[in-house]
């Protein structure tokens, strides 16, 4: 990592491949992608502050160069997705130090101009730290932007942190839970692992109650039959089953806030 952009190997073939702000942006606009991120060091949880400070002003000098490229004049013909208006976020680092958070609330509220802004960099090496600097960061970035917490996406976490001011949220964990047989569930446990033994002949879907294409038309042992017999057609089917369940908490979640009974619907939730 330089201040130039982050160096790569290709595992094909040796060569080198370097990452910069502006090169990161123009991979982004061709994807097609609606929220597109300023290029920015993620650190470890377990840095000093030295470096997660340094690293730091690294990434706000890559937000600057990330919003010039993302504002100059080249016209971009996404490869895939959709073609419409794209969005810059800006991300919020500093670790799990709040000074430095402070610092770079300051930058992205003041310094640069994007849609939104994003809590980033380490969060921690624990739930409770996690909990704690996006509770510390959330609310001090106002109203102004939608604000996006990277890469969390458990169903606990979610309820907890809308509560912060967290609008949106990524994470990988609905297709990595798949790849490892599990599917989310409403209730306090969250997940079935379809590869255990109790569900070879249950006839019954995953979920009862969902409408995914998957509960609809495959019960949880042909998914087990599937998973034992090494088929990819069921990472694939509880990968649907996985993100519909995702989305279906979020329209949840809107419609409760928008009904003000946040609270209670979390509590049902999870009973």
């Keep these: 990592i330089s201040e130039e952009g982050s160096l790569f190997k290709s595992y094909l073939d040796g060569s080198f491949k370097l990452l910069s702000p502006e090169r990161s942006i123009e991979i982004q606009r061709d994807l ?5 991120l300023v290029f920015d060091e993620c650190t470890p949880f377990h840095v000093d502050k030295t470096y997660t400070e340094s690293s730091m002003l690294r990434s706000h000098r890559w937000a600057t160069r990330s919003l010039n490229r993302f504002n ?21 680092q500093g670790g799990i130090y709040e000074d430095l958070r402070e610092e770079s609330i300051d930058f992205n509220l003041h ?31 106002g109203n102004k932007h939608p604000i996006h917490l990277l890469g969390i996406g458990d169903p606990k976490d979610i309820w907890k942190l809308v509560k912060s001011g967290v609008d949106t949220f990524d994470c990988v964990s609905p297709t990595r839970l798949a790849r490892h047989g599990s599917a989310l569930i409403k209730g306090k446990v969250g997940k079935k692992n379809i590869k255990n033994n ?13 409408s995914c294409s ?23 089917l ?19 806030i928008e009904n003000d009974c946040l609270d209670k619907a979390e509590h049902e939730w999870f009973s």
Excluded at 80 to 91: D, T, V
Excluded at 113 to 129: H, N, P, R, V
Aim: aromatic share 10%; hydrophobic share 35%.
């Design 238 to 256: 509880i990968t649907a089953h996985n993100i519909y369940f995702m989305n279906q908490l979020m329209q949840l979640i809107r419609k409760s």
């Design 214 to 236: 998957t509960c609809k038309n495959y019960s949880i042992s042909y998914l087990h039959h599937l998973l034992k017999a090494g088929e990819l057609l069921s990472l694939q």
């Design 32 to 36: 097609g992608a609606d929220l597109i």
């Design 72 to 92: 100059s004049s080249i016209k971009y013909k996404p490869s895939y997705g959709s073609a419409g208006e794209q969005k810059l976020y800006g991300i919020v």
């Design 198 to 210: 109790e569900f070879s002949d249950d006839l019954s879907p995953i979920d009862i109650n969902c």
């Design 111 to 141: 310094k640069i101009d994007t849609f939104g802004i994003a809590i980033g960099g380490s969060l921690g090496s624990s739930k409770e730290e996690m909990y704690k600097v996006v509770n510390f960061t959330a609310p001090k970035l």
